[in-house]
Structure formats: C-alpha cells, structure tokens
C-alpha cells in the first residue's frame, strides 16, 4: 500500500473518529440537563475563562520559554485552542463530580470551540496559512452538526439514541485504533524523532498548569464542579486539533506528531487528576 492510499486512509478515519466522537456525545447530552448547569454564571465563566482565554495562553506561554521546534510548537497551541474530549463524562463518574455540569461544560466547550478556532487559528498558529473558513468548514461539518443529529436524535427519538450509542460508541473505538495505527505507519520516523525533543514535556507541563490552576482557581464553586471544570479544560478535542492540519497542503508531519501524542498524555493526565479529585471529594464526604 502506498504512501498515498495510507495518508487517504489515516484523513478518513481522522473523519469519522471525529464525528463518532461528537454523535456519541450528542447522543448522551440532554438539553435540559445541560442548560442547569449553564444558568450558573459562575460556573460558565470559569469556563469559558479557561477553554478560550487562559487555556490557549498557557499553549503559547510554554512555547515561548521551551524551545519547542516550530512544527511541535504549532501542534501544542492548536491542543490549547480544543477544550474538551468525548470521554470527558468517564473521567468526572472517577472523580465524583457532578454529571449535570459535565454535559453543560461540553455543549459550552463545543459549541464554543466551532465559534473561535476559526478566528484564532490564524492569528495564534504561527507557520499556518489558512482562512478563517479553510478551518471552520471541517469543524462545522465533524464537530457540530454531529453533534446536533445527536442531541436532536435523543430529543425526538431517546429509544433509538439509547440503542444506537454503545454501537455509534464501539464503532468510534475501532476507528481510533486505526487511526493511531495508521498514524504509526504513516509518522513512525517522525514519532521516533520526537523523543529527542521537547514535546512530551511540553505537553505534561501543558496538562498539569491547566488542571491545577483551574482547579485551584475557581473560587467559589463547589468541589464537585471545580472537578468538572479542570477535567474539562485537562482533557482536549483532538480531532479539532487535528483539523486545521488536514485542512491544507505541505504540513510539516512534526505538527501531527505533537497532536497525537496528545492521546496517551492526556488520558493519563486526566486518570490521574480524576483520581485525585475522586480522593478529595470521598475526604469531604461528597
């Protein structure tokens, strides 16, 4: 199999991973749950105060005092500019947070997210000529309307939205593999070179700085939703990450690289801060 028909293969399945994603969560997030959470205007400050302000800053801080290569330093701000993975809801039932502002906190983040990356996608990613719209097509079309056919699906049809999730969901977990497989094949070289640099440190600082300042920062919510928020903004949409990249010609693969290595870092930041929250909420008797 030529390089070609991998890289055609390894944009596919980015493709469908993404909106697997997204129709899996649509088809969880009840509106009315969602909306609770999103008449706390504290809470939903905090939010957005991290996703796309502090979040994003953090990326672009650590890229100015490590001396990533540019290609790795693009990698780190576009997982800064995506708040947010699909598991999100596995890791807050970990930590004993509440499950009512998860799926506040993921609506938020993705509806958020499909609004900003277009605009700051271009002025933040430096080495990446693109338009606001080269970005936000594919966001709109793998990240958003996904996720309305869910939510839209549970809303009309919660029968078969409770029947199709674990396939939608198992379907979703193989196309990660392959993807990841195919990343292998396709970037081998390039992850093998990563380990000489750094950006697995990069990343790890990147990870601890969110989750601990926004967990320690987020004066007066409670701790069970101090919890939903550091999860939130320490685990990261990763097709969306991915997205900008796909989107245009002659990427540096260095770029991608940084991007996927985000997969095993930031689930195991997000296990091990779940386990600590979980800890702190079982102290407090919560």
């Known amino acids: 199999m030529n390089a070609e028909t991998l890289n055609a293969l390894l944009k596919i399945s980015l493709v469908i991973f993404m909106a697997g994603n997204l129709l899996d969560m649509g088809l969880r997030l009840k509106l009315g749950t969602a909306l609770v959470g999103l008449r706390n205007m504290r809470f939903v400050s905090f939010s957005l105060l991290w996703c796309f302000v502090l979040g994003p800053a953090v990326a672009w801080g650590i890229t100015q005092v490590i001396p990533l290569e540019p290609p790795y330093a693009m990698g780190l701000i576009l997982i800064g500019l995506a708040p947010c993975a699909p598991f999100l809801p596995a890791m807050v039932d970990r930590a004993r947070g509440d499950l009512g502002y998860t799926a506040s906190f993921m609506l938020l983040a993705s509806v958020g997210m499909v609004a900003y990356m277009p605009l700051a996608v ?9 338009s606001a719209w080269v970005v936000a097509k594919p966001l709109l079309a793998v990240v958003l309307v996904p996720l309305v056919i869910g939510m839209v699906t549970l809303r009309r049809a919660p029968g078969f939205a409770a029947r199709a999730q674990p396939v939608v969901k198992k379907i979703t977990g193989l196309v990660t593999i392959i993807m990841l497989v195919l990343c ?4 081998g070289e390039a992850f093998i070179g990563s380990a000489g640099s750094y950006a697995t440190l990069a990343q790890v600082i990147f990870y601890c700085a969110v989750t601990a300042g926004s967990y320690m920062l ?4 409670p701790q069970n939703r101090r919890s939903v928020l550091a999860l939130g903004v320490c685990t990261r949409n990763l097709g969306a990450a991915f997205a900008p990249l796909f989107a ?3 990427i540096d693969e260095r770029a991608i690289v940084m991007v996927a290595l985000g997969v095993p870092l930031q689930t195991i930041a997000a296990v091990v801060a779940a386990r600590v929250f979980g800890s702190r ?3 407090a008797g919560a």
Do not use: D, I, R
Not at 218 to 221: N, R
């Open 248 to 250: 245009v010609a002659g």
């Open 218 to 221: 987020a004066f007066g919510l």
């Open 281 to 283: 909420a079982e102290a």
């Open 122 to 130: 271009p002025l933040l990613v430096q080495g990446l000529s693109v």
């Open 184 to 187: 292998l094949v396709v970037y």
